[in-house]
C-alpha cells in the first residue's frame, strides 16, 4: 500500500520588537496564523516568510526596526513589515523597497491577508482540529502573560506619537478580558500584567459600562476590574497608571493583597513647568501628598516610574526640582531616558530652548547617581525580610526569580542560591539575605 505524505504546513517566521502592547499584537497575529494551519518557526531559513512588528516610538526604536528588516531580507527575503512603525511606510520602503507589505499597529487582518499573498494557507486544513491552545499563542514563557485591556489613548502628550498611531482609548469589553485572564490561569499562568497605554483609563470610553462576566455584572473600569481578576488567585501587577483620584480605591485592594502592591506610573518629570510642556496627564502639585497617603495605607507599595531629562526649555532648576522630588518621593524602581526628538511629535514645534546633548548626558549621569541611592537604601530595608518569589530560570546554581517589587524585563530579580530543585513557575518563599541597587539575593525557606 502506498501512502502519500500530508502537505508541509505553511511556516512564518516572527520577529517582535518594542514594548508589552506589541508583543500582544504579535500574540494575536500568530494565534490567528496558528489557528490557519501555518507553522511558526524559529529560524529565517526555516521560514516561507517573516513578518517584523517593529517599535516606530524613538528614533533608535526606528534604527533598530530597520536594522532587523534588513537583517530578515538578507537572511530570508520574503518579509512582511507591521507594527507601529508601519505608518511610516515610505520611509521603510527607502531603505527596503523590496518589502512585500507593510501595515500599522493593530492592522491583524491586513498582516494575516499578507501573509495569505506571500504563502497561501493549506486548503485541506481544518481548523476544528487545530492545536492552537485556548488561550492563544504566547510569546512570554508559560507562567505570565500580558493582559492588554484597551487601544489607543486619549492624551496628548507632547514628545509621544502613540495617539497618532494608534487612535483614541477604546476598552476592551470587560467580560472578554476576564475572560482571556481566565484562560491563561487554566493555562498555568502565574501571573498577569495589565497593559495599555493609560491603564487608569479603562472604560472612559464606553462610559464605564456594565458588561457580563461568568453571569455576574462588572463594569468597565479599573477597580471593578481589578477586583475580578484577584479572584483568579494569581499575581496581577498594574503598569501605566496616572494618578487620577479614583487609583486612591486600589490601595485597599493591595494593601488586602488581592493585587500586588505595585504601580506603574510613568511620571516623566516633576518640575510643573516641564509637565506643562509635555502636556502630561493628571499632574498636580498633590501627588508627593497622594503616594504619602498610598504609602500610609500600603506600606508595602513598590512604585516604578520613568523620567525624561534634558526635555526641550528644561533648565538646571527644573532639574534641581526633579532631584529634590525623587528624594521625597522615595520611589523603588526608576528608569530615565535623555529626550530624543520623535519625528512628529508636537514637542518638535516648541519654542523652547534645546538641551545640548552634553547637558542631557551629565543631567542623566546625575539622575541615575541620585536614584541608585534611593534605590539601593530601600531594597536594603528588605534585608531579613519574607518574600514570596515566582521563579523564572534554574540552573545549577540557584533559581533566578521576581518577588512582588519586580516586573519582568524591567525590574530587578531575586537569586536563590539554595534552588537549583526549582523550577519555573514555581512560586516559594524566601528571606531576603542580601541587597543592591537592583537585585536581591533570597534563601528558600
Ligand atoms: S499618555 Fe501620553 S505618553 Fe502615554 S500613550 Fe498617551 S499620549 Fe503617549
Known sequence: MSTTPAPANPKVGFVSLGCPKALVDSERILTQLRMEGYDVVSTYQDADVVVVNTCGFIDSAKAESLEVIGEAIKENGKVIVTGCMGVEEGNIRKVHPSVLAVTGPQQYEQVVNA??????????????????????IK???????????????NHSCSFCIIPSMRGKLVSRPVGDVLDEAQRLVKAGVKELLVIS????????????????????????????????????????????????????????????????????????????????AMKRPAFEDKTLARIKNWREICPDLIIRSTFIVGFPGETEEDFQYLLNWLTEAQLDRVGCFQYSPVEGAPANLLDAAIVPDDVKQDRW???????????????????GREIEVLVDEVDEQGAVGRCFFDAPEIDGNVFIDNGSNLKPGDKVWCKVTDADEYDLWAEQI
Open 197 to 276: 497605554q493609560d491603564t487608569s483609563a479603562y472604560g472612559v470610553d464606553v462610559k464605564y459600562r456594565t458588561g457580563f462576566w461568568n453571569g455576574a455584572p462588572v463594569k468597565t473600569r479599573m477597580t471593578e476590574l481589578c477586583e475580578a481578576l484577584s479572584t483568579l488567585g494569581v499575581w496581577v501587577r498594574l503598569h501605566y497608571v496616572y494618578p487620577y483620584p479614583h487609583v486612591d480605591e486600589l490601595i485597599p485592594l493591595m494593601a488586602a493583597g488581592k493585587i500586588l502592591p505595585y504601580l506603574d506610573i510613568p511620571f516623566q518629570h516633576a518640575s510643573p513647568k516641564v509637565l506643562k
Open 365 to 383: 549621569d546625575r539622575f541615575m547617581a541620585h536614584q541608585q541611592a534611593i534605590s539601593s537604601a530601600r531594597l536594603q530595608m528588605r534585608v
Open 139 to 153: 510569546l512570554t514563557p508559560r507562567h505570565y502573560a500580558y493582559l492588554k485591556i484597551s487601544e489607543g489613548c
Open 115 to 136: 501573509v495569505h499573498d506571500a504563502v497561501p494557507p493549506r486548503q485541506d486544513h481544518n481548523p476544528l482540529i487545530d492545536l492552537v491552545p485556548p488561550q492563544g
